[in-house]
């Protein structure tokens, strides 16, 4: 079979079974959804109404006025403005009422167009509005809250929700209640409008399955959605749901329930299946016209795409041959047509063109890369140069410092010079970054401190100006180093130190119980330098006598991480300090380093290490 009847056949099934396969599973998709969604609104509308009815009982603004009336603070007159006030300002409240055991005629406030609405009705308001003792009593009963009682008034055409609260008989001196008459015209329209705009059935349900807002308060129990509602309203379960169901009629129905926590009363919002579905029946119609057109354009455009794929597609075959010959200079036909196959053509070309121009970069890019390097270990040995390589063999002391930089260079850096006959300075820092830019600012840094230390022998002194004077450099880099720096005088074993913000170093002295290591007692002012000036450094000092030492490091040693990214730690630091204290200061140094390294075995180094040992003899 030839390549164009196999892409004429195979655009043809292409453009039958999957559009079936497909369209036929949308369509259940749509239908699955269109319930779903039909069911999510049909809840949330139920939710919304049952939300409204709570809101138009008013048991708020009524609990408020309970308390402002059994304030015994308040005369008649405080409370009857009182009352007047809420009829202006809750357009709900019609009617609030005051009963007080032994008086015959309550106090008594309608609202005042309502009352005009009743006049017009041929209604008197008072007779309307005014609830008897007897009715009071038959209504609460024993509780403190009474919310029902729908009373339907048809010559007002006006729906009316009784609210009856027991006052305190301590804080108003009488037994008394508080009666309040709530229009539900406001929530009667809301459900009309609702289902107008929506097109559903909102019914609410009393607990005898009578429906509310029909006159003749219709017993619709024969509906199973109505008997669910009910039952749960009998369980004092009133958590909301969905449920499909079928009419007495036959009308096949979506429905969702709810319930209002003011009143006894459950919520039915219905839509009818038909309604719901009727964007699926449009979308099955339109279903099958879509296949046919689609069909019949596949046809033709597989006829088209065949003949004009075919022979374009034997040039490029022959053509990528020769390319995998090695056959570079090459230049494929086609760039001139402007389909994918001329964009083809000239990919093939430009791949071309890239892999000529790739190889040249290549070459370049190695003597630029073999150029960095020749740059960098030539700065390396320039660094190497600042360090001290060998130290001199003193009579009373041992010395010995190391530098191993995480990169080619790096910014960690320490020394060791002689101040005049008997007084020597160590100093050990860490500039704050890696590579290139920590090793020049670790330049500047050596040059200023050798500068200032040769001019001052408090280090203290030396540490303040240096912070002062690197600030004054410094301009906006955003750099600064951490130093400890300490005199030590050959004769009296006295050093005294001072610090930037560096950890202390550890010390063994003579003075402690055991003789073991521990952190040498920190100075009391102390600032990192390079970030601030106008910074005093404090100055602290120290006795060492035979058989002491002193350890500077810098973090690099203590935060080295090992696979587990457990640190090296200044504890393990410690116990490798007395287990080595034998060692010379060299062979001392040259351990703890190897040690730091086996650590962190198989994880890159990622700071600079450096240790300066000076043991006294």
Not at 40 to 49: C, F, G, I, N, P
Not at 77 to 96: F, G, P, Q, R
Not at 233 to 238: K, M, P, V
Request: a negative charge.
């Amino acid at each position: 079979m030839s390549l164009r009847t196999k892409l004429l056949v195979f655009s043809i099934i292409l453009a039958l079974i999957p559009v079936v396969i497909v369209g036929t599973r949308m369509i259940q998709i749509t239908k699955d959804e269109l319930k779903s969604s039909a069911n999510e609104h049909l809840s949330a509308v139920a939710s919304r109404v049952a939300q409204e009815i709570d809101n138009s009982t008013q048991l708020g603004p009524l609990r408020l006025i309970r308390k402002a009336v059994e304030n015994k603070n308040l005369g008649g007159k405080e409370k009857l403005s009182l009352l007047t006030e809420v009829i202006k300002n809750v357009t709900d409240i019609v009617a609030v009422q005051i009963s007080v055991e032994g008086y015959s005629s309550p106090m008594l406030v309608t609202q005042v167009e309502f009352s005009n609405h009743l006049r017009a009705s041929s209604l008197m308001p008072k007779e309307t509005l005014e609830l008897k003792p007897e009715r009071i009593a038959a209504l609460l009963k024993k509780e403190d809250l009474f919310a029902g009682d729908v009373v339907y008034l048809p010559e007002a055409d006006a729906w009316l929700l009784t609210i009856i609260l027991r006052l305190d008989e301590d804080k108003f001196g009488y037994p008394a209640t508080l009666s309040a008459r709530i229009n539900l015209g406001s929530l009667r329209q809301s459900i009309e409008k609702d289902e107008q705009t929506h097109k559903i059935f909102i019914t609410l349900i009393d607990p005898e399955s009578r429906q509310i807002f029909d006159p003749d308060r219709t017993d619709i129990s024969g509906r199973k959605l109505v008997r669910t509602t009910i039952g749960l309203l009998a369980s004092d379960t009133r958590i909301s749901g969905v449920e499909p169901y079928t009419r007495p009629s036959g009308d096949k129905m979506l429905g969702a329930y709810d319930f209002p926590t003011s009143l006894n009363w459950g919520i039915n919002v219905e839509k009818n299946d038909a309604d719901a579905y009727m964007a699926v029946n449009k979308m099955v119609r339109d279903w099958y016209y879509s296949i046919i057109a689609g069909f019949s354009f596949a046809v033709i455009a597989a006829i088209f795409v065949s003949v004009s794929l075919t022979g374009p597609l034997r040039r490029l075959t022959q053509a990528a041959h020769r390319i995998s010959g090695g056959d570079l200079s090459f230049r494929i036909e086609g760039k001139e047509k402007k389909d994918e196959i001329g964009q083809l053509s000239q990919t093939f070309n430009k791949m071309l063109g890239d892999l000529r121009q790739y190889m040249t970069d290549l070459e370049e890019t190695t003597k630029a890369k073999e150029r960095v390097e020749s740059e960098l270990n030539l700065a390396k040995e320039i660094q190497e140069s600042f360090l001290p390589k060998t130290f001199p063999e003193l009579e009373r002391i041992d010395i010995w410092g190391k530098c191993d930089p995480a990169r080619e260079v790096g910014g960690d850096y320490f020394d060791f010079f002689q101040l005049d006959d008997k007084n020597y300075g160590m100093v050990i820092g860490d500039v704050s970054g890696k590579g290139v830019a920590a090793a020049l600012f670790m330049a500047v840094s050596r040059t200023l401190f050798r500068i200032l230390s040769a001019q001052e022998l408090s280090p203290d002194r030396v540490l303040t100006e240096f912070n002062d004077r690197l600030v004054a450099l410094d301009q906006g880099a955003n750099m600064f180093i951490t130093l400890f720096y300490g005199v030590f005088n050959l004769d009296t074993g006295r050093l005294l130190y001072s610090t930037a913000g560096h950890n202390m170093p550890y010390i063994r002295s003579s003075r402690n119980g055991e003789g073991g290591f521990q952190m040498l007692p920190p100075v009391e002012q102390t600032m990192v330098a390079g970030i601030m000036d106008g910074m005093t450094m404090g100055s602290a000092e120290t006795l060492l006598h035979s058989g002491d030492a002193i350890i500077l490091y810098t973090d690099g040693m203590t935060e080295a991480v090992d696979d587990k990214e457990e640190e090296f730690g200044e504890d393990r630091l410690e116990e490798l300090l007395n287990t080595y204290i034998s060692l010379s200061a060299k062979d001392m140094c040259e351990k703890l380093i190897e040690d730091v390294k086996l650590f962190q075995t198989g994880m890159p180094q990622f700071d600079d290490m450096t240790m300066f040992i000076l043991k006294v003899r």
